[in-house]
């Protein structure tokens, strides 16, 4: 459709910025005014005029209440009345406030619907509140609480809304309890049972209460007659002026309001409005529609769609007639429904299945953008789950834009408003909804939908190949399985987090086969085949640097089957280019197998590139990147695409937010393909990324099992030396001996780097120094190894459907027992051990830390008999194959009741005692191991290939929460399509209290290091899944350091905040510069707001500079840029929307950086983009301001929050990490000082970078446990070796936090070791020779020093990998 032309500019209308660079006034979401919605009556002719103003959250009234007020006026003896409305997003604006405070003034009746946003619905109680006693009426429908305390007809009120008794009230607490429903199911089931209610009212009160439901009634009604009628009642019943000219004249008698069913199935062209059950509709749709549309009955897809009531009721449904006619002419079937309310699940088994309890819809989609259950108020989400569950199939939820016009979402960056991703796109997906599709706009001035036809042809083109999926033989769907390259390297083929990819595609192909799948000759082959047949292109010689090349695509093929070819150009000339091009031809790489092809995705393309590199948006992909996609959708003809592991680039090309345009990369790239994703189950916030901007349904993974690291070499026999010492402390001769031997080895460890008193070995002699002091050496040393020993680990690479071993079960389940779970009523392990000696574990922590030698043991002590309790737990269930088939049920055991009566206690008891912890009680691990059982029954259960091949059927696929599976077992079983979390619900409490304590163990920390002084700046990273793993731990960190505390709304949702007051605070503010990754921008958007107001608040608050250093900087950075003090308290910033990353991680992994500034300009140029909460509809430049707040930088920061990813498995910690650019832009060039939080394990600690640093390199690079593990899976585990080197080097390159003795015993480690250097060279030689090169440059770039026999060494062991290559 053509798009609609704005209205005329008025005092109220806000400009909106279409070139999100261009300086906007407000930045807004929403330009649209009230201007388009304001009737005044033409010729009132001595009739008493009444004013109305409502507030509704979305248009669709508009145009009824329009026609309604037209009618009265023309047609009404009685009355005229003048009436304006708000859209609640414009009450945002200080224009649109004025606009709304000026009209309630002069009103007579307020209407409100809906308002479920906290920040705006405080607007309209600030407004309307104190008007309320003057207005002849208020009536609020659905909103929030507060909200609708002020509903006013006659006598009738809420005002004890959800406080103390009330009829009302009690009948909608009840009515919650029997069936969970929300607050509008409620009203409508009081509707129902109205006349019960009535007989306890007081009559005058009864005919309000009345007026009301029957207002309410109207207004669901939506239509312009049942409009009209209210007004007329209102009018006549409650205005004064109406009133007293009605004296002595006959009353208008109110119509009943026309309602339609409450639920009932609609077809826009069908004869009657609605039908009450499927046989009827099918009875007209089959005899009658289809064969007069030319759609067969028998065999084509049936689509089933959920619609809105209340676009039915006020006729403004074009966008739902538009997708109907679109799937309709392709010759699909549509069942559409609706329902009264907002819960669908009842519509859902009533209408979506045959007489016989068969489905009779192949795909679903729902056309409301809101969660099945409840919508924007309160979900159910596990009777959604379970009635979806039931359908089985796939279920889509687009969305329809609330409060932007159609051009305001096209021009802005962002895309979708934030507050209708957390309503709209959030909440469905926990639902397990898939593809959030814009398919509708609004018309400025009419308020009503308009299709956006691009969007609703993709939207009818995905519905009906997913339904193809459910209808086609296994035999000739065709799949392309897509696997990545990071960085492009032929060592690098098959990369994916924590996957062993290779083996797992063998996994994969295996089922297929069983399935009926034609997988051609990969039937035959072993793992190594397939990797051979994609990695060496058999024409070329022995050993190209090429991978196999299925398809030559010519440059006129190319153009012709991608429509976007020319718009490359711009970043890439003309095609082919040189990259996966041969001059001629673009290439597509990998090799097919019968029906499947497994292809390698194409690089970002810039990844050498050092101009391209500093770019602050990413460019666009390039043709060899395009011409893939094209292959598998045109060419080869995929069915289905499957991406292995996480995570390649499609998802992350450029383009909106979320809500993707035909112009967003990713949406041209993926096209209609239907998308699966294996996914990390641990990453749940780039999987969220890859659901909403590439519409895939994602299949979760198990990340593999973590071990403790134990000690080796050095450490190992530190530990048997304190143990020594333990037994002779008392000896004269022997105890002084055996501490000289822990010193010395203590030194050749390199632990005099972590113990800051450690005596130096030459002067040293045990003898001269007291019991105390020894004792307070081996306890520093102590605690510092089993720091080390109790590190988790994942131990080698997981492969999809292999469930981990009884003993791999143990460590996860020692972890997950660590914790409180004060929630659950479940208290830790190590809490109950503690208190059977008498002993808080918390004070056991605090002293273990500190290094004091009993607490240490005593900690020790304890960790192992949780272990050996554990593994009590899980080896009653272990077969003979080591393996947990099922998990025998303890507590129901017969023979263990008899037990239990002669007095014998379970396993665990036992293994408590034997480890000497005789007195614990057993009734309070109850509770514990209960829970346990229930952990160790999602550890082993699997379903990551079932998953898989019911995606592939057209199935739907069970939603889980993605996370540490030890913080939150619910992440587990996997297999299950990845949500993240509801984005309004953090931080919770809990988090808050956490970040609290955090915050106090860095400021004593830093305090300790410095003079007793507290830093006046602190600069945070934030990340996605983090923040999603810990409930907003870091999130909270931040206000907590600023001296701003989080406050839940009346439900219960976090978007308010407020300063607490210095006496309590008890310390200074300090400020902090919040840099956040794209990942998190994209999926809390909302909290980034927070923390912006959070900043702001405690900047604007009238308090001295020595106690308030947000204000301090604030007022000099006002100063020196002249801008206003709230603008200089910007302080949240990230990548421009549509990019991630700084690149830094990009440049050091393909080693083509020139220097350090290079990388340093490089994180400030893409994260200099400030949020701003008074313009949330932009990312602006602000990279003046960036380095102004970072150059009060005193300290950086960021947290580990769990033991699989820690810095050096991925390169994001220091791609993000500002320690070398903080130094740059400050005034004394003095380096920050670096910390880590760490709150991986239930003893939280901060630790410096360096400590960290350290502790990662002995317990991962070092550690012959870890490297053993990787070097079991071959191919890919020396590239994951190779890989920690790299990030490595990543830390001396962006902080200078790497000690020379790291690179020196990975040297000796890997390169000494003549039987190591073989088995590298033979398992992965590019891998290999990528890790010579690291040393090498590690050396040459002076991070490491070292004597030249071991460079000579080096740059021999280079030759020889390139001859291996080259195969020479």
């Known amino acids: 459709p053509p798009s609609p032309s704005p209205p005329p500019p008025s005092l109220t209308s806000l400009s909106v910025a279409t070139d999100p660079t261009s300086s906007s006034p407000l930045g807004a979401f929403t330009a649209t005014n009230a201007e388009s919605r304001r009737i005044v009556p033409e010729n009132p002719d001595g009739r008493p005029t009444y004013k109305i103003v409502y507030v509704v959250l979305e248009s669709q009234y508009q145009s009824s209440m329009t026609a309604a007020v037209k009618r009265i006026n023309a047609g009404s003896k009685n009355m005229a009345v003048e009436c304006v409305g708000y859209l609640l997003e414009e009450l945002r604006s200080e224009s649109g406030m004025e606009a709304f405070k000026a009209d309630v003034a002069d009103a007579n009746v307020f209407i409100g619907s809906l308002i479920f946003v906290q920040e705006l619905a405080e607007k309209v109680v600030e407004v309307v509140s104190p008007e309320r006693d003057r207005l002849d009426a208020v009536l609020i429908f659905p909103s929030m609480p507060e909200v609708m305390r002020m509903n006013k007809v006659g006598k009738f009120t809420m005002k004890n809304l959800g406080q103390s008794k009330s009829v009302i009230g009690d009948f909608m607490k009840k009515k919650k309890q029997d069936d969970g429903s929300s607050f509008e199911e409620g009203m409508l089931k009081l509707l129902r049972t109205l006349p019960k209610v009535l007989k306890f009212l007081p009559s005058d009160k009864a005919a309000d209460a009345r007026t009301f439901m029957m207002s309410f009634q109207y207004w669901l009604g939506g239509s312009p007659e049942n409009l009209e009628s209210m007004m007329l009642m209102l009018g006549q019943d409650y205005v004064e002026d109406v009133k007293e000219g009605m004296v002595g004249k006959e009353r208008i008698e109110a119509e009943e309001p026309v309602l339609l069913p409450d639920k009932a199935i609609w077809h826009p062209v069908a004869p009657d409005i609605v039908f009450e059950s499927p046989s009827s509709y099918f009875d007209w749709y089959n005899k009658d529609f289809c064969p007069s549309a030319g759609i067969s009955v028998t065999d084509s897809p049936v689509v089933g769609i959920i619609l809105q009531k209340s676009h039915i009721n006020t006729k403004d449904d074009t966008h739902y007639v538009s997708l109907i006619s679109e799937l309709e002419s392709r010759g699909a079937r549509v069942v559409c429904i609706y329902s009264g309310g907002l819960d669908f699940s009842g519509p859902v088994e009533e209408f979506f299945y045959d007489a016989g309890g068969k489905p009779i819809v192949d795909s679903v989609i729902n056309l409301t953008g809101f969660a099945l259950v409840g919508g924007p108020a309160s979900q159910d989400h596990d009777k959604a789950v379970k009635v979806l569950s039931k359908l089985n199939r796939p279920y889509m939820c687009a969305v329809p834009l609330v409060f932007q016009s159609f051009e305001e979402w096209q021009s802005s960056e962002l895309g979708l408003h934030p507050i209708q991703v957390a309503l709209q796109v959030s909440l469905p997906e926990i639902d397990g909804a898939i593809e959030p599709i814009i398919y509708a706009g609004r018309e400025g001035a009419t308020g009503r939908s308009v299709p956006l036809s691009d969007r609703v042809s993709l939207l009818a083109d995905r519905a009906l190949k997913w339904s193809d999926l459910r209808l086609k033989k296994n035999a000739e769907k065709k799949l392309a ?602 999926l809390f958007i909302n909290q980034m707001n927070l923390l912006d107001r959070g900043i702001k608040l405690a900047a604007e608050a009238d308090e001295p500079d020595e106690m308030n250093f947000v204000r301090k900087h604030a007022k000099q950075q006002a100063e020196e840029m002249q801008v206003s003090l709230r603008d200089a308290a910007c302080r949240v910033f990230s990548n421009s929307a549509g990019s991630y990353s700084a690149n830094v991680g990009i440049a050091i992994e393909n080693g083509g950086w020139e220097s350090e500034d290079q990388l340093q300009n490089q994180f400030l140029e893409r994260k200099g983009f400030a949020f701003n909460a008074d313009k949330p509809g932009m990312m602006e430049q602000q990279a003046d301001m960036f380095k102004a707040a970072l150059k009060t930088v005193d300290v950086t920061f960021q947290n580990l929050d769990s033991s699989e990813i820690s810095l050096t498995d991925v390169s994001h910690y220091y791609d993000s990490d500002p320690t070398k650019v903080v130094q740059g832009l400050r005034d004394d060039k003095r380096k920050p000082m670096s910390f880590m939080a760490d709150t991986t394990t239930a003893n939280a600690q901060v630790r410096t970078l360096s400590e960290t640093v350290r502790l990662d390199a002995r317990t991962k690079l070092l550690n012959p446990k870890f490297i053993e593990g990787m070097l079991a899976t071959g191919y890919e585990g020396t590239r994951e070796i190779t890989k920690r080197l790299r990030n490595t080097l990543g830390w001396s390159a962006t902080a200078g936090e790497v000690d020379n003795f790291v690179y020196e015993d990975a040297n000796d480690t890997f390169i000494k070791d003549e039987e190591m250097q073989r088995r590298l060279l033979e398992t992965n030689p590019n891998a290999f020779r990528d890790m010579v090169t690291t040393f090498l440059e590690a050396n040459g770039r002076g991070y490491w020093d070292t004597d030249e026999d071991n460079i000579e060494k080096l740059q021999e062991l280079y030759q020889e990998a390139e001859d291996k290559i080259e195969g020479v």
């Open 481 to 1082: 399985i897509t696997i990545f390259s990071f960085p492009p390297d032929k060592g690098n083929v098959g990369t994916a987090a924590y996957l062993d990819v290779f083996n797992s595609i063998n996994a994969v192909m295996k089922e297929l086969k069983g399935k009926g799948y034609d997988i051609g000759e990969a039937a035959n082959m072993s793992t190594e085949d397939i990797i051979d047949s994609i990695l060496n292109d058999k024409e070329a010689r022995i050993s190209s640097p090429e991978l196999n090349v299925a398809y030559r695509m010519s440059v006129d093929e190319y153009q012709e089957l991608t429509p976007y070819a020319q718009d490359l150009e711009e970043n890439w000339g003309a095609p082919p280019g040189n990259l996966n091009s041969d001059g001629q031809n673009l290439l597509i790489y990998g090799k097919e197998f019968g029906n499947v092809f497994i292809g390698v995705q194409p690089s970002f393309g810039y990844e050498g590139d050092p101009m391209r590199l500093l770019f602050a948006k990413s460019a666009s992909p390039h043709h060899g990147f395009a011409a893939y996609y094209t292959y598998l959708e045109k060419i080869f003809g995929a069915n289905a695409v499957l991406h292995f592991g996480t995570h390649g680039s499609l998802e992350f090309m450029p383009g909106k937010q979320v809500g993707m345009s035909g112009t967003c990369y990713p949406d041209r790239l993926i096209h209609s393909l239907p998308n699966i994703y294996y996914y990390a189950a641990n990453n749940p916030s780039e999987a969220t990324i890859a659901k909403r901007r590439s519409y895939s349904a994602t299949i979760s993974y198990l990340t593999p099992p973590a071990e403790n690291a134990g000690l080796y070499k050095g450490l190992k026999e530190l530990k048997e030396l304190i143990s020594s010492y333990q037994g002779l402390r008392e000896n004269e001769g022997r105890g002084p001996a055996i501490l000289n031997s822990i010193v010395s080895t203590a030194w050749t460890c390199n632990l005099d780097k972590d113990i800051k008193d450690l005596p130096p070995v030459e002067e040293f002699d045990g003898k001269a120094i007291s019991f105390e002091e020894r004792d307070d050496i081996v306890g520093k040393v102590y605690q510092r190894i089993m720091e080390i020993e109790s590190r988790l680990l994942p131990c080698g690479l997981h492969t999809v459907g292999v469930p981990p071993t009884a003993e791999e079960s143990v460590a996860t389940l020692v972890n997950i027992a660590q914790l409180d779970r004060a929630e659950d009523g479940i208290e830790s392990i190590n809490r109950v051990i503690a208190s059977s000696v008498g002993r808080n574990i918390d004070d056991v922590y605090r002293n273990a830390n500190e290094g004091k030698l009993d607490d240490v043991d005593l900690n020790q002590r304890i960790t192992e008999a949780s272990r050996a309790a554990v593994r009590a737990l899980v080896m009653q269930s272990t077969d003979s194959d080591g393996r947990v088939k099922e998990v025998k049920n303890i507590f129901d055991d017969v023979g263990g009741m008899f037990a239990g009566m002669m007095g014998k206690k379970k396993p665990w008891t036992e293994a408590i005692k034997d480890a000497g912890f005789p007195d614990v009680v057993e009734e309070r691990l109850e509770p514990l191991f209960k829970y346990l059982e229930f952990c160790l029954k999602q550890v082993v259960a699997d379903n990551e290939l079932g998953a898989l091949t019911s995606a592939l059927d057209g199935e739907y696929i069970r939603p889980g929460p993605g996370g540490d599976p030890i913080r939150n077992p619910d992440v587990l079983p996997t297999g299950a399509n990845m949500h993240a979390l509801d984005p309004q619900s953090i931080p919770t409490t809990a988090a808050v209290e956490c970040a609290e304590a955090v915050c106090n163990k860095l400021l004593e920390r830093l305090q300790a290091d410095n003079d007793g002084q507290y830093p006046e700046s602190v600069a945070f990273t934030l990340w996605g899944t983090d923040n999603i793993k810990t409930y907003g731990e870091s999130l909270a960190q931040v206000l907590a350091l600023a001296g701003v505390r989080p406050v839940p709304d009346s439900i219960g949702r976090v978007n308010k905040v407020e300063l607490i007051p210095l006496e309590e605070l008890g310390r200074p503010r300090i400020d902090v510069v919040v840099s956040c990754s794209g990942v998190f921008r994209d």
